[in-house]
């Protein structure tokens, strides 16, 4: 009797140092994971001094009369989709752009959609892959000029972190178009109101529908660009914002679950996505992801106008409504 006694305890402590170690290893990888995004990144703050108005002292900001402190906490992660098909020779420019702001000490998530028709500094190469001169061109541009998917994703990296005065990206994600069918099957499709028509997918404005993976396809990247309506981009944008929205609500409902669903949920579109997200920094970031709020509130427009030159559509970012943005999102005011 004490010799099974001895066994049995013997089992429970080598069954409870076994799962004290997965866990030590699971963090470890969490913690890891956090080091290689702030490892992704050269720059650690903005350089918000070049804005009128705008006294910066390092991490330290005086506008408008206020003191704000740069907040640390923040991990960016810019999304990408790409208007380009696996078997397409040319690579493709940025026809959507995200940059998603995780604040890991106040447990949110804010999205700013950034209009691939807004005007900001562009690298531009010679034949010989070095950059010659920086233009001030569409911002969806950047990424045509990469000669790899990586390569494109990281110059867009680079022309968005620009254009928001040097705002640190911890990490990217592109997506092409065939991707967007796999997204939406993740989550079993979106159901949603449409906000406008669209034809090629068979819906109806005021609709209520369930996308299945072709109409998400055509949801959220169709627009009339063959229209002389300047800035048909921006109805596109507002179907996006709504699909995001819907679609974040469901990834995190399964994350919540179990966060170890990332890893499944990546592998399965692994083909027609790129990013420089490691696998640790997915599961650091699926541990933050279950415990935020996110809501279409959280969802956000970079404010600007539209002009047309030359049959192109030019959108002049609002710099004043930027600045404000950005001290709003990744700034804390000090008292």
């Excluded at 650690?44 to 740069?70: A, F, T």
């Excluded at 997204?183 to 109806?204: F, M, R, S, Y």
């Excluded at 990247?221 to 596109?236: L, M, V």
């Amino acid at each position: 009797m004490k010799k099974r006694k001895v066994i049995a305890s013997i089992v429970a402590v080598c069954f409870s140092l076994a799962l004290l170690s997965t866990w030590v290893m699971i963090f470890g990888c969490m913690k890891r994971g956090e080091q290689e995004l702030h490892a992704n990144t050269s720059m650690e703050i903005p350089d918000m001094s070049s804005i009128p108005g705008c006294v910066q002292n390092g991490d330290q900001l005086m506008y408008r009369g206020n003191i704000y402190k740069y907040d640390p906490a923040n991990i960016n992660i810019l999304f990408m989709g790409i208007d380009a098909r696996g078997e397409d020779e040319s690579i493709g420019q940025a026809d959507m752009l995200a940059l998603v702001v995780i604040n890991t000490e106040k447990d949110t998530v804010k999205c700013i959609c950034i209009n691939r028709d807004s005007i900001g500094p562009v690298a531009i190469y010679d034949i010989s892959g070095k950059a010659a001169t920086t233009k001030n061109v569409q911002i969806a541009l950047a990424y045509s000029y990469g000669k790899s998917q990586s390569e494109g994703r990281g110059l867009e990296v680079d022309t968005v972190s620009k254009l928001l005065h040097g705002i640190p990206i911890h990490g990217s994600v592109s997506v092409d178009i065939d991707g967007i069918g796999g997204i939406n099957e993740l989550v079993g499709g979106i159901t949603l109101t449409a906000l406008e028509d669209v034809p090629k997918a068979g819906i109806v404005k005021g609709e209520e529908v369930t996308l299945n993976d072709e109409q998400a396809m055509y949801y959220v990247t169709e627009r009339d660009s063959a229209s002389t309506d300047i800035g048909t981009n921006e109805n596109r944008m507002s179907r996006q914002k709504q699909y995001i929205s819907a679609w974040c609500d469901a990834v995190q409902q399964q994350i919540k679950k179990n966060p170890f669903k990332i890893f499944k949920m990546y592998d399965s579109v692994q083909g027609y996505v790129d990013t420089d997200i490691s696998r640790n920094s997915m599961l650091y970031l699926a541990k933050v992801l279950k415990r935020v709020q996110f809501g279409e509130g959280d969802i956000y427009m970079v404010s600007g106008d539209y002009e047309r030159e030359n049959y192109y559509d030019k959108y002049l970012i609002d710099e004043d409504k930027l600045t404000e943005m950005m001290i709003e999102t990744f700034y804390r005011k000090t008292e």
